[in-house]
């Protein structure tokens, strides 16, 4: 079946511009994760959703940066007022539940170039 | 807290040798850890995942993994690497409510 998708696949943006990235998770997965891959920080957790409960945003790394899932599916990264600090891969990922154990899929990610 | 640590940012082997990717991690519980590959301009896959059923794990591709808890260590290996293993390794440990924490990767390049 059809994997997560993400879209734009690549995006270039001035800074001080707001962006939103989106994601599609694998159908009738629950949780819902975002991370972002950058050379200086690596693979970092940013928020991820889980059902109908509160989203954990313990990840974000400032207030200009928030996500939404809407309906349990699709969901939206947006980052407010861009800085160049920001540019780096943003991955979404799905899986089934958020226990411990279960596997996380991936999309093949957005990169955001902050000019 | 958990965390890991991938020993070497960069391993380099001959096709037909043997790999060995090494990882160490810290967790004040029994942990969950996983392997995932990314290939250039590719998403994460997941190789292999130890979720305490069995020390050692059998994952895609040839690779496997040993859970050696005396050693907080979980060091990725593989008998006989092929060009198309090229890529770059995450060691990665689950911090409950299924967050991931990655480490730093390991890039892996194989000569002919």
């Known amino acids: 079946g059809a994997g997560v998708s993400q879209s734009p696949s690549n995006k270039v943006t001035e800074k001080g511009k707001d962006v939103e990235l989106r994601c599609d998770p694998i159908?009738?997965?629950?949780?819902l994760y975002w991370y972002r891959q950058s050379l200086g920080q690596g693979l970092e957790f940013l928020i991820y959703?889980?059902?109908?409960?509160?989203?954990?945003k313990s990840g974000l790394p400032s207030d200009r940066f928030s996500a939404e899932r809407t309906g349990g599916s699709v969901s939206t990264l947006t980052i407010q007022r861009t800085q160049q600090e920001d540019s780096a891969v943003y991955l979404c990922?799905?899986?089934?539940?958020?226990?411990?154990?279960?596997?996380?899929?991936f999309g093949p990610g957005t990169r955001l170039t902050v000019t | 807290a958990q965390s890991v640590t991938q020993l070497d940012s960069h391993v380099s082997v001959s096709e037909g040798t043997p790999v060995l990717l090494r990882c160490n991690y810290s967790?004040?519980?029994?942990?969950?850890l996983f392997w995932y590959v990314q290939h250039p301009n590719k998403g994460l896959q997941l190789l292999l995942k130890?979720?305490?059923?069995?020390?050692l794990v059998k994952g895609i591709n040839g690779f496997e993994a040993e859970f050696k808890k005396s050693e907080t260590s979980f060091h990725l290996t593989k008998p006989s690497a092929h060009m198309s293993d090229a890529a770059e390794y995450f060691c990665?440990?689950?911090?409950?409510?299924?967050?991931?924490?990655f480490g730093k990767g390991t890039k892996l390049s194989v000569k002919p």
């Open positions: 130890y979720t305490s059923a069995a020390t």
């Open positions: 959703f889980q059902g109908n409960s509160a989203p954990d």
């Open positions: 990922a799905s899986s089934r539940r958020t226990d411990q154990v279960t596997e996380q899929y």
């Open positions: 967790s004040s519980y029994s942990p969950s």
């Open positions: 990665v440990v689950s911090r409950g409510q299924g967050n991931l924490i």
């Open positions: 159908s009738g997965h629950t949780a």
